[in-house]
């Protein structure tokens, strides 16, 4: 009985430090390794007078995971572009409601992407098409919204929650 209570401990705080910083710190790899490749590429041309030809392959598509995982950072954050000019129409009372339903507009746009993502992702993974230089499946980098829009969609759920849950709170109004 105490080893599994101290296996249950130990997974809730894995996945407390995932809830944490997942995002940072998949986003921190990503700009590390496009740009330890682009430096080994300037180096290679300037100094060695060649060139990889897969590196700027290799940057554009972590630049493009970088972008998606960065949404989801950016929803957790809660640092999204929001229209506050239209906040301050409505009386101070009411503006929590509005941001919950300006979140949830966001939590339905979510899916809505992430479901076409999915199906893009899926016909890019039946066609077989692989990248020009790495030779990667395509599906790879077109799952990149598929996994973005996922992460964005439980951080705006949460974010939801967070708000219904600090409905009543006074010092909670903008």
Not at 6 to 15: E, G, P, Q, T, V
Not at 121 to 136: C, E, H, T, Y
Request: some cysteine; charged content about 15%.
């Amino acid at each position: 009985r105490g080893g599994r209570f101290c296996k249950d401990k130990s997974m809730l705080s894995l996945i407390k430090y995932l809830d944490k910083n997942f995002e940072k710190g998949f986003c921190v790899i990503l700009m590390s390794a496009i740009a330890v490749v682009l430096g080994i590429q300037v180096f290679m041309r300037y100094c060695m007078h060649q060139s990889l030809g897969w590196s700027e392959e290799f940057a554009r598509y972590c630049f493009v995971w970088l972008v998606f995982i960065g949404i989801s950072f950016g929803a957790k954050m809660m640092k999204h572009i929001t229209i506050d000019a239209g906040l301050y129409i409505f009386p101070k009372i009411m503006r929590k409601y509005g941001v919950i339903c300006g979140q949830i507009l966001f939590l339905v746009f979510s899916i809505w992407i992430l479901c076409l993502a999915w199906q893009f992702a899926v016909r890019q993974f039946n066609i077989g098409l692989l990248s020009p230089s790495m030779r990667i499946p395509m599906w790879i980098v077109y799952s990149a919204p598929v996994v973005g829009f996922t992460l964005t969609s439980i951080r705006v759920i949460q974010a939801i929650i967070h708000s219904l849950g600090h409905l009543n709170d006074p010092e909670e109004s903008k």
